[in-house]
């Protein structure tokens, strides 16, 4: 090998309007630039308290178990279904997209009995429906997602908890993609867990998640509890049910490592720390409704702007997340090829679509860093004259107008 | 909440001499700083296709799936083993310190039949011991650990491929805590799977995970695939073997994403990749044999200093870890006050030990960035003061003259 040829790092600039990865904020970036300090170091375990405080503000919730998953936001998802779910147990999940399917995959790889509902990709469900379900299907967990990016929708959660407690049902939820850019009340509407990851409305690099848990899933979970052979000492016991398929994402043991024990697990991601600690401060300090309107904002200014040039969007826009625009690739147009210009002439990164979309949809998100303003008219901009050089004829410059209209009147 | 009780994140200074982590290259650090690109970008995919290349180099291997498991060390290790163990295979794992534990656990949890051969901490096998427990137990996989910082020592693995080979049976390798340091040659030595770590010889922070794999553990795990329902096509066939625990950790997934049809799983933390592969450059600029070198020069200054302040040490030094010394803590002194005078008063961190060593043994790292002269002498400084401080009497200056005169013998 000639070590020659591998050259300094140096990513060329992109603006990336896809459903996430979105460009990190600089600051994240600098916070991750810090050196390392000891993971039993006082600042380190002073820092690790912090981000369980600054993680129960972002997920509005008094939990004490809010916390980090070492790995991308999948991880956050399957230390929780793997740590709640037991051999056997009936899960249902509603489906409305890809990231139900993963919750179905997931579950069945815990050897969960799972039962799924469906709408068509583009809608979401009403509780009557989740209701039925839950009555006819009779789950241990109900495993939903917010907002799913592979149809850009955002299934309403804020009656769900009250019909999980009436039917003995523990609710999660994966608020991947939608958490800090659409509301989330983790306490009010009784969620007994969550995950996120940070490379969407968060504006940090993928690579961990932060999870919360209600008092009533950390007691399922204790019920699993292991400690390891090599750190065990007489006074620790294990729990009652079958130990769990995993040591990595033991939440039981997570949650020894992040509480006042300390027991040794894995040895902490301290610059995925740093940097997931300054999302949540950066999105506190601005206010989470602040972050959320301002998600809104943008979200629906490139959709008017793509409305503005007589394009098609996808799905019930009623339910649209406000982070992500499914647009529909129209008649005649190679989706791929003006993907392609975007990202080569303009620098610019707008999402294609998995399964039934794969082909007919692009998506575009406003999120995080890069739901700013600049970001929005540099877009359209672009697309406009990509569209038009690819052959779709839009009316100069209409799109534009349309999404400064629409800042004009929210300002 | 208040918000502005959070400040800007600001470290203290610390030399981390424990066994890891230890401080970043600030070079892996500044890589780290770099702006995110889509993880389907093409310059994103010829970035993970040089990490490849240049794991192929740490490695010393020519296999094809040299790629990084996206969380801590124990990920690396728990992919490989779930992907690998089926449900009630025999495994057999020789344990010489914590890390043993580990590997018997998370077979445990894959549903394997454990067998263990174990020998006193501060000891390793020899082959014919692994031997006569090969042809007892009959295993499938046999897991070993190169490196045990619980007990500093480094288990011999050069004739291990060849008894596998013998009887059949694949061989893991744990090498989180001696690769980069330590000798270890993948190909030459037939190792079939092996994982490593970031946070010790290779320089940066833990949450990655470099692993390898042969082509005969390819095929035993791609007996296992499966492709997720949310992006699966007609052309895609699922394995023979019943689907693994895990979906993060498939490697059979994992390879798909990495191989060239890139099917999409997790987002790759793409941060953490750009850290990898700063460290990777900067150690094949190196050279590998030259960092092993090095680890080899500055733990035997660290030795001779030590060994030069009377001080005993931990364990068999003919199977000692370059990066890693045990230090026996003399009777009458507390350990932990040590430590903390260490700590608060000259910056310095050196680590404490687990189970059976726990309040009897210090450990002290000499790797990756801080495995340099001005490291050893530092520590070697501060702690002759700490232990004159606590009432442990040395001959002033014997244990640097020692590390002094090793260098100079050694120039």
Same mark, same amino acid.
């Given at each position: 090998m000639d070590i020659s040829q591998f050259s300094q790092i140096n990513p060329p600039q992109r603006l990336l309007m896809g459903p996430g990865p979105i460009n990190a904020d600089p600051r994240v970036l600098r916070a991750m630039s810090s050196q390392l300090i000891g993971q039993y170091d006082p600042a380190m375990t002073h820092y690790m308290n912090e981000v369980m405080a600054l993680y129960r503000g972002v997920f509005r919730t008094e939990n004490r178990w809010t916390l980090l998953i070492?790995? $991308?936001?999948?991880?956050?998802?399957?230390?929780?279904?793997?740590?709640?779910?037991?051999?056997?147990?009936?899960?249902?999940?509603?489906?409305?997209?890809?990231?139900?399917?993963?919750?179905c995959e997931i579950a069945r790889r815990c050897r969960a009995e799972v039962h799924t509902i469906e709408v068509p990709w583009g809608e979401v469900f009403t509780p009557d429906q989740i209701e039925?379900?839950?009555?006819?299907?009779?789950?241990?967990?109900?495993?939903?997602?917010?907002?799913?990016?592979?149809? $850009?929708?955002?299934?309403?959660?804020?009656?769900?908890?009250?019909?999980?407690?009436?039917?003995?049902?523990?609710?999660?939820?994966?608020?991947?993609?939608?958490?800090?850019?659409?509301?989330?009340? $983790?306490?009010?509407?009784?969620?007994?867990?969550?995950?996120?990851?940070?490379?969407?409305?968060?504006?940090?690099?993928?690579? $961990?998640?932060?999870?919360?848990?209600?008092?009533?899933?950390?007691?399922?979970?204790?019920?699993?509890?292991?400690?390891?052979?090599?750190?065990?000492?007489?006074?620790?016991?294990?729990?009652?049910?079958?130990m769990i398929y995993s040591n990595y994402f033991d939440l039981g043991m997570i949650m020894d490592y992040w509480g006042p024990e300390r027991l040794n697990h894995h040895t902490e991601a301290t610059t995925a720390l740093f940097g997931a600690?300054?999302?949540?401060?950066?999105?506190?300090?601005?206010?989470?409704?602040?972050?959320?309107?301002?998600?809104?904002?943008?979200?629906?200014?490139?959709?008017?702007?793509?409305?503005?040039?007589?394009?098609?969007?996808?799905?019930?826009?009623?339910?649209?997340?406000?982070?992500?625009?499914?647009?529909?690739?129209?008649?005649?147009?190679?989706?791929?090829?003006?993907?392609?210009l975007m990202l080569e002439d303009f620098g610019i990164e707008i999402g294609t679509s998995f399964g039934p979309l794969h082909g007919k949809v692009w998506r575009i998100g406003t999120m995080g860093y890069n739901a700013r303003k600049d970001c929005v008219m540099q877009t359209l901009s672009a697309l406009e004259a990509v569209l038009n050089h690819c052959g779709f004829r839009t009316t100069q410059g209409a799109g534009l107008q349309a999404a400064w209209d629409h800042y004009g009147s929210h300002a």
């Open positions: 070492d790995g $991308t936001s999948r991880a956050g998802i399957e230390a929780i279904l793997l740590s709640a779910i037991r051999p056997g147990d009936k899960v249902l999940v509603p489906v409305f997209g890809r990231f139900g399917h993963l919750l039925d379900a839950l009555k006819k299907v009779q789950p241990r967990l109900l495993l939903t997602v917010q907002g799913d990016t592979s149809t $850009t929708m955002l299934q309403p959660l804020n009656e769900l908890g009250a019909l999980c407690r009436k039917y003995g049902v523990l609710l999660y939820t994966d608020a991947t993609a939608s958490l800090g850019g659409n509301a989330l009340e $983790t306490d009010a509407w009784g969620l007994d867990a969550v995950s996120a990851g940070m490379q969407k409305c968060l504006g940090g690099p993928s690579g $961990t998640s932060p999870v919360t848990l209600s008092p009533q899933m950390e007691a399922v979970i204790r019920q699993r509890k292991c400690v390891e052979q090599g750190i065990r000492t007489a006074a620790h016991q294990d729990g009652a049910d079958e600690r300054e999302c949540a401060r950066l999105l506190l300090q601005e206010g989470l409704d602040n972050s959320i309107a301002r998600h809104k904002l943008h979200g629906n200014a490139l959709l008017k702007g793509i409305q503005g040039m007589e394009l098609e969007t996808f799905g019930d826009l009623r339910h649209k997340m406000n982070n992500v625009l499914g647009v529909v690739i129209p008649a005649g147009i190679d989706g791929d090829r003006v993907r392609k």
